[in-house]
Every structure is written in structure tokens, then in C-alpha cells.
């Protein structure tokens, strides 16, 4: 009798999310032309700490140990966080995500080319790469959470209270949330921290065995073990001070019964502090161009006031997409009063309108500024990367199934069309995506450009387009499964809780939100004059 193996579910999530990473390291970093080079390992480090950094939040583990008043579980809110059947898995994502994210960033470096490897007989230890200013840093963090955890762990419990009033005292107010005993939130939380710091033990160790690549010096190998260091220990850093600030969370509760209606969560200072001192702590430079914006340049030397303009405009993008979450204050309002549905798909289409028409801003101004109407439109043979071209057409694929299935689990179980606000609002963002490709296909040329220029700037714009249309496609398809998880589970035959979100669904929905913030940074690669090949527009093209 064939011996039959079934993945167990939760095993899914993980080894999808697994793959996932793999599969966005090795077509960020992979140039099959170039192999690995001081450029291509930077870029490869760089995305390795930014989706490690994304996966580090503890934001749904705030709230552990505390017992709501009144209250049950909630797809919207969550549930409640008191058992260790709901307590672990929250703990587990951030920290099991943020160690085999860097785990895998060591073991996604594109493979040696060589049939025959160089032998290296130095004996590599992590002390020999370890940032150590910043190694003693974490070793303090660590400590202090330990600390604090543990002092957590003599805490009384409260019992929650139904809000109300004691009226021979005057009518004063009692109640309010609970909590579990401080020594079952220690025991979690301290576990969390210890798993935490072995894991980061084992990553520094398969930092410093992880093979040499060859294309590298042996300078650059050491240096390239220093950076993924010092990216994994702020990271690591952080995770730990929000251990800490959920422990403060805990601790900072006041008893219901006493009537105390606010509290403040000191440790929440400290954790901002080491957030901010880890942002700001960055890891040594490799030789060659980094960063997000390849420098553009022109072949006789000398950076061109266009080709200056346009890597502004790409500054100006990052700040019209957090424009949003900078006057949050007064959207918040707003999506909330919005009709049902358009609220967060309003959100994604707003960031994305905003980005396209600072594009279209970015061209007039080019055309005012540099061009003339006597210079030829050079236009690029590819303007879009295969690879961004690819993303483009399968999130544009992945939006349209959402759509469907999620119409068709809708009409069979009676709620409302959920899919109809995302589709309006991506159609509202693709047509303001016109004026921005019109203004780039249409403008002149730039004078005094070298040859190349021209059509690097405008291929810069078109993919920056792209970029932006994939990321929201992605975002919205991301929205339509997490709203309508449960016409999902309709469409596939599958039993579910009115009041739970299919978890399938939802985890297909975080990834895709995962992707599309991935996306959404994808850095753009045109080095103008440097073997970019451009076509000039006929008349009758330039006029169409």
C-alpha cells in the first residue's frame, strides 16, 4: 500500500512565503550576462534587509495577553490573544520570517560559473565580519527586553469589567479591558526573545561559512559578510525591542476596577528609539553604484540638468506616495465615510494617482525646461524590462481573477458586488495613466543630450508607469481577497465561519500585498549612454 504524505496546512504559508522571497531575490539580483559584481550583490543585500525589514512588524502581537471587555473574536480586530493556539502564530511570522528571509538572501547569490571552484583554506569566523558597535548595540537590546520581560512576569492579572458607573461615589466610572497573569505573558514573550537570539546565531554562522563569490575580491567578500550583518542585527534589534514594547503594553494596562481610563505605554519611547537608531545605522558600501536610482550620467562626463531632473522626480515619487499616510489624520475620515468597499481600494488608487500625475508633471517640465522642437524624439526599443513587462501582465492576470471568482462566490452566497469598487477605482488609476505616457511619448527632444539620453529619460518614465500600475494592481487584487475571502471559499466548495475569513484566502492576500510593495521599490537600471539602444520617432509616430 503506497504510503501517502499530506503537507500539514500551516507548513503552507511559510513554504509559500519561502519561495516567494527565493523567487524575488534571484530575479532581482540574477543577470546572466554579469554574474555576481559589486553592483548586483549591493542591490541583492539591499532587498534582502527591505523585505526582511517588512516582515519584522509585530503590530498583530501588540495586543497579547489582553482579554477585551465585552467583546469576541473579530475578523476585523482579531481575536483575542490569550491562549497559545493564537498567541504562537503571531509571535512565529515575524520572527521565523525575518531569520529565513536573510537565510535565504545567503543562499540566493547566483552560482559560480567555474567548473572548477578556488579552493580558500582561511577559516572564517563571525567575529571576523561582525560590526561590533552595532553587535554590542543588539547584545544591550536583547538584555533590556530579557529584563523587562521578566519583570512583566510578576504582574498580577485583572479581570475585564463591563464599562459602567458607581453611583455612591459620585458616578464614578469603572471598567475596562483585562488581563492573563504577567508570568504566562513572560513565559511567551521570553521564549519569542530566545528563539529570536538563537536564530540570529545560527544566521550569523551561515553568514560567515556562506562560500565566497568568486567574481569578488576577497575585500569585497568580507565586506559583502559585514552588510548582510549588520542588516540582519538591526533588524533582529528591532523585533526584539517589540517584544519589549508588547510587554509594556501589558504592563501599562490599568485596572478596571480602580476606573482608570488612560494609560500610556512608556516602553513604546524606547522602542521608537531604537527604531530610529537602526534606520539611521547603515552598513558600509560595497565599490560600484548602489541604491534604488542608478546615477545617470552622461558618456563625456558631467551629470545633464534633464538626466538631474528626472532622478528628482523619482525623490518626488516617494514623497507623493507617502503624502497619503502623512495626512492620514484627515483621510482616516474620509475612508471611513466612504460608501462600503471603497475605502482601502480609494487608498491604493489615490497613491497611485498621485505618483502617475507627478510623472506626467515630470515630462511638461522636462519639455518647458531642455527640450526643443528642432531636436529628433529618440524613443527605446524596450522601454519595459522583460522581467517588469512579465510582473506587469501577470498582476493585471492575477487582478482580473480576483475579480471574477470573487463575483461569482458573491452572486452565489448573496452579498454585495465587494470586486465592483477595486475594478472602478484601477480603472480610474489606468486612465490617469494617459496623460503621463502621452506627455512621455509626445515631448521633444532634450538638447545638447548625448546620444542615448533622450530615450533613456523616457524609458525611465514609461517603466516607472508600469512599476506603478503593477504594484496597484497587485494592492487591489491583495484587497478583493481579504474582503471577499469568504466567496472564495464558496467558489471552491469549502465550509467556512460567517464571522472568519477563509485563511487561504487571506494568506494569498498578504503575499500579494508583500509583492506589490516589492514591486512598487523595483529599482530602475538605465544608465543613459551606456549601450542602450534608442529608435528616433518617425513624423507620423511622433504625431500618433
Known amino acids: 500500500m503506497p504510503v501517502q504524505f499530506e503537507l500539514p496546512p500551516m507548513l503552507l504559508g511559510p513554504l509559500a ?147 459602567g458607573s458607581v453611583q455612591p461615589e459620585g458616578f464614578r466610572t469603572i471598567g475596562g479591558d483585562g488581563r492573563i497573569a504577567g508570568i504566562d505573558l513572560a513565559t511567551w514573550l521570553g521564549a519569542a526573545l530566545v528563539v529570536l537570539a538563537a536564530g540570529t546565531w545560527v544566521v550569523l554562522l551561515l553568514i560567515s561559512h556562506r562560500r565566497q563569490l568568486e567574481p569578488l575580491t576577497d575585500h569585497d567578500n568580507s565586506l559583502l559578510r559585514t552588510i548582510a550583518m549588520n542588516r540582519l542585527l538591526r533588524t533582529v534589534a528591532t523585533v526584539a525591542s517589540g517584544l519589549a514594547v508588547t510587554a509594556g503594553n501589558f504592563a501599562a494596562r490599568p485596572d478596571p476596577a480602580v476606573g482608570s481610563t488612560s494609560w500610556t505605554n512608556f516602553a513604546g519611547l524606547g522602542g521608537m528609539a531604537v527604531l530610529l537608531a537602526m534606520l539611521v545605522w547603515a552598513p558600509p558600501k560595497l565599490a560600484g553604484p548602489t541604491g534604488s536610482q542608478a546615477k545617470l550620467t552622461a558618456p563625456a562626463g558631467g551629470s545633464h540638468p534633464a538626466a538631474r531632473l528626472v532622478s528628482s522626480v523619482g525623490a518626488a515619487l516617494g514623497v507623493a506616495a507617502a503624502l497619503p499616510l502623512l495626512v492620514g489624520v484627515f483621510l482616516v475620515p474620509a475612508i471611513m465615510a466612504a460608501p462600503a468597499g471603497y475605502g482601502p ?89 494617459l496623460p503621463a505616457f502621452l506627455a512621455t511619448r509626445r515631448r521633444y527632444g532634450i538638447r545638447d543630450a548625448p546620444p542615448g539620453l533622450d530615450a533613456a529619460l523616457r524609458a525611465i518614465t514609461v517603466y516607472r508607469i508600469v512599476r506603478t500600475l503593477s504594484a496597484m494592481f497587485m494592492a487591489q487584487a491583495a484587497i478583493v481577497l481579504l474582503m471577499n475571502s469568504q466567496a472564495w471559499a464558496t467558489v471552491f466548495g469549502v465550509a467556512f465561519m460567517p464571522t472568519i475569513p477563509w485563511w487561504p484566502a487571506s494568506l494569498a492576500g498578504a503575499i500579494l500585498a508583500g509583492a506589490a510593495m516589492v514591486t512598487a521599490l523595483l529599482p530602475v537600471r538605465v544608465l543613459a549612454g551606456s549601450g542602450f539602444r534608442s529608435a528616433p520617432l518617425s513624423d507620423r509616430e511622433a504625431i500618433t
Open 17 to 163: 512565503a519561502a519561495v516567494v522571497v527565493y523567487l524575488i531575490l534571484r530575479w532581482v539580483v540574477w543577470e546572466p550576462r554579469t554574474g555576481a559584481s559589486p553592483e548586483t550583490v549591493s542591490q541583492h543585500a539591499l532587498w534582502v534587509g527591505v523585505i526582511g525589514w517588512m516582515a519584522s512588524s509585530l503590530q498583530g502581537a501588540m495586543n497579547i495577553g489582553i482579554i477585551p471587555a465585552g467583546r469576541i473574536n473579530s475578523p476585523v480586530i482579531g481575536p483575542i490573544l490569550v491562549t497559545p493556539e493564537t498567541v504562537m502564530p503571531v509571535l512565529a511570522w515575524p520572527i521565523v520570517g525575518v531569520l529565513g528571509i536573510h537565510a535565504i538572501g545567503q543562499v540566493s547569490y547566483p552560482r559560480p560559473k567555474r567548473l572548477h571552484r578556488k579552493a580558500s583554506l582561511h577559516v572564517r569566523k563571525i567575529r571576523d565580519f561582525l560590526p561590533q558597535p552595532l553587535a554590542w548595540t543588539t547584545l544591550a537590546i536583547f538584555t533590556g527586553a530579557a529584563l523587562f520581560i521578566a519583570w512583566t512576569g510578576t504582574l498580577p492579572a485583572y479581570v475585564p469589567m463591563p464599562y
Open 345 to 433: 481600494p480609494g487608498f491604493v488608487a489615490l497613491v497611485a494617482a498621485l505618483v502617475l500625475l507627478v510623472l506626467a508633471a515630470g515630462q511638461l517640465l522636462l519639455q518647458r525646461n531642455y527640450a526643443n522642437a528642432d531636436q529628433p524624439r529618440a524613443w527605446p526599443r524596450q522601454p519595459v524590462s522583460p522581467a517588469l513587462s512579465t510582473t506587469a501582465i501577470l498582476a493585471l492576470l492575477v487582478f482580473v481573477t480576483t475579480l471574477v471568482v470573487s463575483a461569482a462566490g458573491n452572486s452565489l452566497i448573496g452579498h454585495d458586488a465587494g470586486w465592483l469598487p477595486p475594478a472602478v477605482l484601477s480603472a480610474v488609476a489606468v486612465i490617469l495613466a
